[in-house]
């Protein structure tokens, strides 16, 4: 499935809504929303994962990147991801860096 | 008269009376169309235009541009031989009347001669522009290649074998392998950048320079209080009854000062680059096989036992240079004669096929449960079982493996 990011903002959260596989060749389109996303200094980023099948480590890359934009003090939800993508996230320990939730408890 | 192509010629009404007989005559098939209407045809693209000079240049090249751009083109003009002026000026040649066939062939051609020759070079330019990058990135893959080792060691009663395979021209992943604590211990490393391309392949030459000379260095244990860990005991992991041992074993300070210094390094500078990497580091005692390693949100590596079980070798620590302050432990465990461990990055089981399925764990660990008769054995069935995978898909990710294994008894 091809990977896509969509944005919404409301007060201050800002949610990235994800899809498909999150590999190198889709960074790019993902580090632009959380650029976007920034851009609106929101207190909450969160990510609905549900649909997103795969993060490649260029992936993660991202989502590092995401707590680099965003600041300590932006806690990122990582919202109802699926395993392989849990255990990507789990194996490098960014889960420390991260909530993660089954489903979305703000 | 021979048929040399398509020819537009595009005019005001009532102006170049007598040019589309000439230049049928000329030999092209001619089709007409009016100044005013030739931004709405769709037709396709002729082989020339001739275009009534009473367009400004600006009006010529919109309709030079809604043809597709690079078009052989004439101005014409039966009226003011002043009106070709701004044309000429532009580099497009013009002609007056009469408009006699043979002459407007010339002209016609001439001006086709020139497209193709500019094109021509264009396209020569690009092509040099192509292979001085493609250059560049050869002398890349070089310096690259430099930064592997050329030689693994081979300590009596063991076999250790490597595989690396780039998916482009520079890589992210890397191995080494390499004597520590005067030749007492043997440390090896597979480890994996995020992301791809360049600037993965200048990290890797960053970090792999950090945990070879961080392993080298004869270090004591006392930097360690500065990273809060007083306990001394906390370092260690593993079995509860191995946790016992009070001192630290030979040569784990320079396996945690590798990983850890790396880490720190690149947290302290580069953390805005948001560049890290998942590593395995591991240390065997050639004499017994003991192994002591530091899993830096690495893919677990698999000890291969002689019975064909495997014991994995999960992560003691984050990805290296990812979150500042971390700690690393160190894991421990025993390579028993006629054992294998199997080291990989994520570019084995991330493997795709054309239809994008993924090689998957799985997969790998039936190959790894076979019996393993060399490391360059293992390592061959492991790359087999890939390319019968993958068969005609392009490799996305960068493949890299490591075998250690230790000699079953009686063999040398």
């Known amino acids: 499935m091809p990977f896509d990011a969509t944005l919404s903002t409301e007060g201050q959260v800002a949610t990235i809504t994800l899809t498909g596989e999150l590999d190198a060749a889709a960074a790019p389109a993902f580090r632009a929303r959380i650029e976007e996303a920034a851009g609106a200094s929101p207190e909450r980023l969160v990510l609905m994962a549900e649909r997103l099948s795969y993060m490649s480590s260029a992936g993660l890359r991202s989502l590092v990147f995401a707590k680099q934009k965003m600041g300590q003090a932006v806690d990122i939800y990582i919202v109802a991801a699926q395993d392989p993508v849990i255990e990507t996230i789990r194996l490098t320990g960014f889960d420390h860096s991260v909530i993660m939730q089954e489903a979305y408890v703000g | ?412």
């Open chain 2, 1 to 412: 008269m021979e048929e040399l192509g398509s020819l537009l010629l595009v005019r005001e009404p009532g102006a170049l009376t007598g040019m589309a007989d000439a230049l049928t005559a000329a030999g092209y098939a001619v089709t007409s169309s009016l100044l005013a209407d030739v931004l709405a045809d769709r037709a396709g693209a002729p082989d020339a235009v001739v275009l009534d000079a009473v367009c400004t240049p600006a009006q010529r090249a919109g309709v030079i541009e809604h043809l597709g751009g690079a078009l052989p083109v004439l101005v014409a003009t039966d009226g003011d031989p002043a009106l070709v002026e701004p044309h000429l000026s532009a580099g497009v040649d013009a002609v007056l009347p009469p408009f006699l066939p043979p002459l407007l062939r010339a002209r016609v051609e001439s001006a086709r001669e020139l497209v193709r020759l500019t094109t021509g070079s264009t396209t020569s330019a690009q092509a040099a522009e192509q292979a001085r990058i493609e250059k560049e990135l050869q002398i890349g893959r070089d310096i690259q290649e430099g930064f592997l080792p050329r030689t693994l060691p081979q300590p009596a009663g063991w076999d250790i074998a490597a595989r690396f395979r780039p998916a482009r021209e520079v890589a992210g992943d890397f191995y080494d392998a390499f004597e520590m604590v005067n030749g007492r211990r043997v440390g090896f490393v597979v480890a994996d950048v995020c992301d791809k391309g360049v600037g993965a392949a200048l990290f890797m030459a960053l970090i792999r320079t950090l945990v070879r000379s961080g392993a080298q260095q004869n270090v004591s244990m006392g930097w360690m209080d500065e990273a809060g860990d007083r306990s001394g005991r906390d370092w260690l992991s593993g079995e509860a009854s191995t946790r016992k041992r009070a001192l630290p074993s030979i040569g784990t300070g320079p396996l945690l000062n590798a990983v850890a210094g790396a880490s720190k390094y690149m947290t302290d500078n580069h953390l805005e680059q948001g560049y890290f990497a998942t590593m395995f580091f591991g240390m065997i005692d050639p004499k017994d096989g003991a192994l002591l390693y530091v899993n830096g949100g690495h893919n677990p590596p698999a000890i291969v036992r002689g019975d064909g079980t495997r014991q994995d070798l999960p992560p003691t620590g984050p990805a290296v240079g990812m979150l500042p302050g971390v700690q690393f432990r160190i894991g421990e465990a025993k390579l028993e004669r006629g054992d294998t461990l199997f080291a990989y990055t994520d570019g084995v089981p991330e493997a795709k096929d054309e239809d994008g399925r993924f090689f998957g764990e799985a997969r790998m660990y039936a190959l790894l449960e076979q019996p393993v008769e060399t490391s360059a054995g293992l390592l061959d069935r492991v790359d087999a079982g890939l390319h019968a995978f993958v068969r005609g898909a392009v490799p996305f990710d960068d493949i890299t493996m490591m075998a250690v294994r230790r000699l079953p008894a009686g063999e040398t």
